[in-house]
């Protein structure tokens, strides 16, 4: 289990990362989701893979799971969630304004080809 | 309480006069002077106490573990500092009153005068070591904006500039000295340093700190070679160099050369160093000050003169010559900020300062021309004046430098030589200005104002009384300061006028002829007025390492930096790569032994989110399947999370999922369907490349991890959830009380980011012409179904937010999904339908969720706990018995409001975005 959440992890970080390389700011926050997909799980793991355990209290249960990188990852997941609906505002918002959605706000000289839509 | 009042109130003279200004220059003399005279009461009433040798000591402890607290001490030396810097502020403010033209902004002036005044007080009356060096940075940064009060005048920007930059460096010097003994001596309280005298001594860092403070010192107070920030400071207003640059800001360093005293006298190298430095410097200072042709720049010169002398006597080491600098101390700030009213003045009157211009002013103005004069006078040592007695007090130290053989037993005679120039100097500016034949000047000087001279008139008074009088005056005082720096080993001794034709009086009678005739024959045999003087040196090499810094700063920036986000992000991704990549050479690789059995099923889900990641960056051109793949991988995230039981990450995780990707669909109608295929094959490859080796190191780091044992503090936790946070539920317990203070923070991010996600959209709402979807498409069953599932939905939400405490569920959660709710509402009846309907402003919803959690932390503080402690009891309701209560709740209550508002906030910002015309139509 724990080679296979591995290789998932490294698999879903590389896909974010060269998302994240884009030069379109779409991409971009498509690969920060990706990114902090694998940040959450990673985070949750320093807890140690446990299945079939809780954090939460019961009588006669006596193997818990790590709740401290939960109430970690419940924050990041909720913050991740606001950064994204910020970050899409202002591709809205920089399209709007500069006729661009390229990162650096402005189309690149050499190659400037219309980016398409609306 | 008395000192903190004291240190205080001119701060509250600062706040006054800012707000008096308004009525005229003279309320806000006023509003400054009232409340700086009460402070000056209130230390004369402590004077008496202080004489009789008792020393007020107040201790309150802030930062106990640091050793930083707000610790004061008046004694003999603080309060001698202490009267000069209240006095002198209450001339200045009645000086300036006058000074300052009617378009300058006075209530500026005194503000930072003012707190200027506080942080000076701060540091003559600290105890603690840490809080000194705090009041002496504020004195460098207030110095700072009072140099450069006239903004308009690039050279007050550039003196300014300078002066701060060379205070504050030996500020940091002077903290790092500070940490040092501090550390040694286990407390920054100086009465603990004077105890554990010797065992500071004789550690070996002493040296080193001891250099450092001497670097902080020697900044401070302009000495040689860090003397250059003082001239180019004369670019400030005159009240506040004849504040600042006589009697408060330059006197810190020499202060501080007194206060530590008991702790480094009798340190050899203490005692080269600081005569050696103090001994050029005063005849440096000397020598150039009779060349400058600006008054205030031979003031400037004589200042950095002045103290050097000071410091040469603070380091001869002797008990008598530590009583002579103390009176130095204060015979140098009466007739030198006496001196600078005085150039003010003239300036004022006849717009110009400069010695070649002026002249006869004797006619025009006798009696700021005798205030002049007495204070020149004092300045060059002349008996019946205050400056003689101190200087025949140095001559006859200076006699005495046997035990340090410091210039082959020439001491005396370069002394001499350098009390000549300082009679020099004073003649020259007595001679050129008041009785000299004018040569150019600008306009025929007017009459000043009579109150303008009336703090000159008192400084010179003061001056002469001093002068004629010291055992009636100053003797007292002088001697309660002089015992807290030299401690018992003071000798008996006498301030007199007269003590026979001793050695002292043949070099003064020396002195003042030969600084005479030296500057007869300047005058005579080499022009003065002709002189030119010398680039300044110590300035130009200031502002060439200035300019030089900068340069580097400028070019490195602009190799760094082309403006493109996509290079940035490989160089700084490359950065993380290489750090993370290190200890892997560094320490090598290898795996644990742990091993959980493999599951097939959730062979199926990973591998799905697997392929849908790689899917996603394949399709990642058309944008609609890459948002519906990013979401698979999110959903199966969500179904790893509820695997490794963490029940509510997974519900979390399930409900952002949704509300992201219908966010995401919603930007992009206003943003391209489709990503143009623009990178190059060969950034493609890099970025590949960097990918790959990315994702390579953090499976091998997990892997690394995941198979090894761990220790963890979450016994911890799981033991004192139930007892201490009262919740079954571990993790909304840590979300609501263990970690309550940093959940607030993160609502608190959170809603920044909605308000700005909210204002980002502000002028689209009405403007932009895109429509999502026209009204005519939209389904309905989809509607009914919304309207059908609200009411469950909300139910839901409702039933995991009350079950939060013991169960999955909590503030987030229950935010999440009646959002949720909400949104599927918007989707099928329209977003402007729907708001029109809810006549609700999220914004009120998500402030008012931030503020019930932050008061909640209040009650904490009310029940004498810390902010966010968790108050718990049990209520008694009728019908349903005993009630567990806690503050918890009403904190997560908060944090349910601001989530829901948050997120209802971002996809109605980004979902009201539409075409005017369009009356309907769904938002997402």
């Known amino acids: 289990m724990e080679v296979m959440v591995a290789i998932g992890l490294g698999i879903v970080t590389a896909c974010g990362l060269y998302l994240v390389l884009r030069g379109r700011i779409f991409p971009v926050v498509l690969g920060l989701s990706l990114m902090t997909y694998a940040v959450n799980l990673f985070i949750l793991a320093m807890g140690r893979l446990v299945p079939g355990a809780s954090p939460i209290i019961m009588r006669e249960v006596a193997e818990y799971t790590d709740p401290i990188p939960q109430a970690l990852v419940l924050t990041a997941i909720v913050i991740s ?11 809205v918002r920089m399209r709007h304004q500069t006729g661009s959605d390229h990162v650096d706000g402005a189309e690149p000289e050499a190659a400037g080809r219309p980016a398409g839509g609306p | 309480m008395i000192l903190p009042i004291i240190i205080l109130l001119p701060l509250l003279a600062a706040a006054a006069s800012l707000l008096a200004q308004r009525r005229g220059f003279t309320a806000a003399a006023w509003a400054a002077a009232l409340p700086v005279g009460a402070s000056f009461a209130l230390l004369a009433g402590e004077i008496p106490e202080v004489l009789v040798g008792e020393r007020l000591l107040i201790c309150r402890p802030w930062l106990p573990q640091f050793g930083f607290n707000l610790s004061f001490r008046l004694d003999g030396l603080g309060l001698l500092f202490a009267l000069l810097i209240l006095g002198i502020g209450l001339l200045v403010i009645l000086y300036a009153r006058y000074y300052m033209a009617p378009e300058d902004h006075i209530g500026r002036l005194y503000a930072l005068l003012m707190f200027f005044m506080t942080a000076m007080l701060g540091i003559v009356l600290s105890e603690n070591m840490l809080l000194l060096v705090v009041f002496w940075e504020l004195t460098s940064l207030i110095s700072f904006l009072l140099i450069g009060f006239w903004t308009h005048i690039p050279l007050a920007r550039q003196g300014a500039r300078m002066a701060f930059v060379v205070t504050s460096a030996g500020g940091l010097a002077l903290l790092a000295g500070v940490l040092l003994i501090g550390n040694v001596a286990g407390s920054f309280e100086l009465s603990a340093w004077f105890s554990a005298r010797d065992t500071i001594r004789s550690h070996p860092s ?55 005293y008991p ?14 430095v103090g001994l050029t410097t005063f005849v440096f200072g000397a020598y150039v000050a009779v060349f400058r042709h600006d008054l205030k720049g031979l003031l ?19 008990p008598m010559s530590s009583v002579a600098a103390i009176f130095h101390i204060g015979n140098h700030a009466t007739f030198k900020a006496s001196l600078f009213m005085a150039a003010g003045i003239i300036d004022h009157e006849c717009g110009t300062r400069d010695m070649r211009r002026l002249g006869g002013l004797w006619r025009h103005m006798p009696q700021t021309a005798v205030l002049a004069i007495v204070a020149a006078l004092a300045m060059a040592g002349v008996p019946l004046f205050n400056g003689f007695l101190s200087k025949e007090m140095f001559f006859a130290e200076a006699l005495n430098l046997s035990h340090l053989p410091l210039l082959g037993g020439m001491g005396p005679a370069v002394v001499t030589l350098g009390a000549m120039f300082s009679v020099a100097y004073s003649v020259r500016f007595i001679h050129d200005v008041f009785f000299d034949e004018p040569h150019d000047l600008p306009r025929t000087p007017s009459k000043p104002p009579r109150y303008m001279k009336v703090p000159a008139a008192v400084l010179a008074v003061v001056c002469i009384a001093v002068g004629v009088w010291p055992v009636h005056t100053i003797a007292p005082l002088v001697n309660a300061a002089s015992k807290d720096v030299v401690g018992d080993a003071l000798p008996a001794y006498e301030i007199a006028l007269w003590h026979g034709f001793t050695l002292p009086l043949v070099m003064s009678a020396i002195a003042l002829a030969g600084g005479a005739l030296v500057y007869w024959l300047l005058r005579r045999r080499y022009d003065l007025h002709l002189h030119v003087p010398v680039r300044y040196t110590g300035r130009l090499l200031f ?44 320490h090598g690789f290898a795996a644990g032994a742990t091993a959980t059995p493999m599951m097939p099923l959730a062979l199926v889900v990973w591998g799905s989110a697997m392929a849908a990641a790689l899917g996603a960056v394949w399709f990642h051109h058309a944008r609609v399947v890459a948002v519906i793949l990013i979401g698979v991988v999110g959903l199966a995230l969500s179904i790893t999370f509820a695997y490794f039981s963490a029940p509510d990450l997974a519900l979390t995780q399930l409900a952002v999922e949704v509300a992201t990707t219908l966010l995401m669909l919603a930007a992009l109608a206003f943003l391209p369907q489709s990503t143009a295929g623009e990178s190059s094959p060969l950034r493609k490859t890099r970025d590949a490349l960097l990918a790959v080796i990315g994702g390579t190191g953090v499976a091998a780091l997990s892997w690394a991890v995941l198979t ?3 220790e963890s503090i979450a016994w911890y936790f799981l033991e004192h959830s139930l007892p201490l946070g009262g919740g079954g539920n571990v993790v909304n317990v840590l979300l609501v009380d263990f970690r309550g203070f940093d959940t607030f923070g993160e609502i608190t991010v959170l809603s920044i980011a909605a308000v700005g996600a909210w204002i980002l959209m502000a002028d689209l709402r009405a403007a932009q012409s895109v429509v999502i979807r026209p009204p005519e498409a939209d389904g309905i069953m989809f509607t009914v179904a919304a309207r059908l599932l609200l009411p469950f939905t909300v139910l839901v939400a409702v039933h995991l937010f009350l079950r939060g405490h013991n169960q999955p569920g909590g503030g987030f959660l229950a935010g999440l999904m009646m959002a949720v709710a909400f949104v599927m509402l918007y989707m099928g009846e329209g977003l402007r339908e729907t708001l029109v309907r809810l006549r609700f402003d999220f914004r009120i919803l998500l402030g008012a969720g931030l503020l019930l959690a932050g008061l909640t932390g ?23 018995g005993e009630i567990p209560l806690a503050s918890a709740m009403a904190f997560d209550l ?13 996809v109605t910002a980004i979902g009201q975005a539409r075409r005017k015309p369009s009356p309907t139509g769904g938002a997402a």
């Open chain 1, 81 to 91: 969630f606001g950064t994204t609906g910020f970050l899409l505002a202002l591709a």
């Open chain 2, 206 to 260: 002493f040296n080193v700190a001891l250099v450092l403070i001497l670097l902080g010192v020697f900044t401070k107070s302009a000495q040689f070679p860090f003397h250059f920030w003082l001239p180019a400071a004369m670019a400030a207003p005159t009240p506040v160099s004849a504040y600042l640059h006589s009697a408060t800001m330059v006197k810190a360093g020499v202060f501080l050369l007194a206060r530590l």
């Open chain 2, 263 to 276: 702790l480094v006298g009798g340190n050899l190298v203490y005692e080269y160093v600081t005569t050696t």
């Open chain 2, 300 to 318: 400037a010169y004589s200042t950095i003169s002045h103290l050097g002398l000071i410091t040469f006597l603070m380091g001869l080491d002797t």
């Open chain 2, 543 to 586: 502002q060439q390492a200035f300019d030089g810094a900068i340069a580097v700063a400028g070019r490195l920036t602009k190799g760094m930096e082309n403006g493109s986000l996509q290079r940035y992000l490989a160089l700084m991704f490359s950065a993380i790569i290489g750090l993370g990549a290190w200890p892997f050479f560094q």
């Open chain 2, 708 to 710: 090894r044992g761990q």
């Open chain 2, 858 to 880: 209040f009650a904490g503080i009310l029940a004498g706990t810390p902010f966010l402690t968790n108050i718990s009891w049990h209520q008694h309701v009728p019908l349903l």
């Open chain 2, 894 to 906: 908060g944090v349910f409001m601001a989530v829901l508002g948050t997120t209802l906030l971002i």
